[in-house]
């Protein structure tokens, strides 16, 4: 039994493992067996008609429920029940996590009663897959318990079975058994070992999600024998959870099993579904590849500054909050790229000159040809 003790009185959906508005005046809610609504909070009449306008959506994940408001205007009066905003919506909205306050999620599921927890199984415990890990434990996505490691190496399962409590393993085939999830995070020239190992053993609703780079869907479903899959492109940045995921999936898998990876993903940071797979490709010559033109950029002009005589030390901290600060600032603000640029250059200035230098070299236009550099790289390795 989920039990939830302040909520919206009727906003949310009956079906509250999936994302879906309800109109204001529904009370279907009040009769579920999976939530015991046991307090509600109603707006003052003043502003009962914005509830119109409020869209609610409720999310259960493993061990956990999430209840999320849209509202259409700045915070109103209800806030004694919300969490501060987390953020900004589409057109202005504003995005806030209203609190489960003194509520309780027994680790029971929707599906007959079963721990909600995602049994998940990693074939490989490198860098990114601990990674992965670290969030999923971290967002209580999953528990330890629930999760097993299965490694070629001896010492690096010691090591992840000490740190994080997990299972681990030297057979994939044992591994993998009766799990929600599999998670392929080997390197690329391990995998038809492993695709050879792992051949038509996956049973439906099984998910496997790959993380490996280069190996295409069709690949991986000729070589598993297996058709419920998701290929994922994630990035270095995902290692400390704000890392960009771009992921597509087969016609075989189900909305649920999008759920889990949406959910798996976003644990580690931002994720954005494509529903084709060239779009791996590109995103793999942006984000997959973008960090390390951010960190060249970084240490070109850490170098120049100490070409003009500051320390590194000084120069290391400029860099990097200025990168960082830039970054905050621009995903901030409604003003496009080339509008920011413009707003801090003032006309024979300083910034103006830096940025002629910049255009005699055709910064822009190395970019471009780094990109599509990277793009066609990618496709070939796909192929």
């Keep these: ?30 009769g579920l ?43 109103i009066v209800c806030q004694k029940y919300t969490s501060p905003w987390q953020g900004e919506g589409d057109k202005g909205d504003r995005v806030t996590k209203l609190g489960v306050r003194s509520g309780e999620v027994d680790k029971q599921s929707q ?3 079963k721990e909600v927890s995602m049994k998940i199984t990693f074939i490989g415990g490198g860098n990114m897959g601990e990674a992965m890990l670290t969030a999923i434990l971290t967002k209580g996505l999953s528990a330890k318990g629930a ?16 740190k994080y409590g997990v299972s681990v393993a030297s057979d ?38 790959s993380i490996i780079a280069g190996a295409r869907i069709g690949t991986l479903c000729r070589g598993l024998g297996y058709r419920q899959i998701v290929r994922v492109m994630p990035n270095a940045p995902a290692q400390i959870g704000e890392g960009m995921s771009v992921w597509a999936a087969t016609a ?11 959910s798996i993903l976003g644990a580690m940071g931002k994720e954005i579904y494509v529903d084709d797979e060239k779009y791996i490709d590109m995103a793999t010559a942006v984000s997959g590849s973008g960090p390390a033109y951010v960190f060249l950029f970084t240490e070109a002009l850490t170098s120049a500054a100490m070409h003009i005589g500051l320390s590194y030390e000084i120069a290391q901290k400029l860099v990097q909050q200025t990168v960082l600060g830039s970054a905050h600032f621009m995903q901030r ?51």
Aim: glycine residues 6%.
């Design 147 to 162: 999760i097993t490691v299965s490694d070629i190496s001896e010492s690096r399962r010691e090591y992840l079975e000490r």
């Design 33 to 75: 067996d999976n939530i015991d609504i046991t307090e509600a909070f109603q707006f003052p009449s003043t502003r009962r008609e914005l509830l119109d306008k409020l869209q609610i959506r409720m999310v259960v994940f493993p061990g956990r429920i999430e209840v999320n408001a849209v509202f259409p205007i700045d915070p």
């Design 252 to 262: 075989e898998v189900t909305r649920e099993q999008r759920k889990w990876a949406g």
């Design 111 to 113: 599906r007959g009663g």
């Design 333 to 383: 603000s409604d003003k496009l790229p080339a509008e920011l640029r413009r707003m801090v250059t003032s006309p024979g200035g300083t910034t103006a000159e830096a940025l002629a230098e910049l255009e005699k070299g055709q910064f822009a236009e190395l970019i471009k040809q780094a990109v599509t550099a990277a793009y066609n790289r990618a496709k070939e390795l796909d192929n």
């Design 172 to 209: 994939n085939h044992e591994a993998i058994g009766g799990v929600d999830v599999v998670i392929l995070a080997i390197k690329p020239q391990q995998l038809a070992e492993v695709m050879v190992g792992l051949n038509e053993e996956f049973r439906s609703p099984q998910l496997v999600l």
């Design 1 to 30: 039994m989920l039990k939830i003790t302040t909520v919206f009185l009727g906003l949310l959906s009956p079906r509250c493992h999936e994302y879906e508005e309800c109109p204001r005046d529904d009370k279907k809610i009040l």
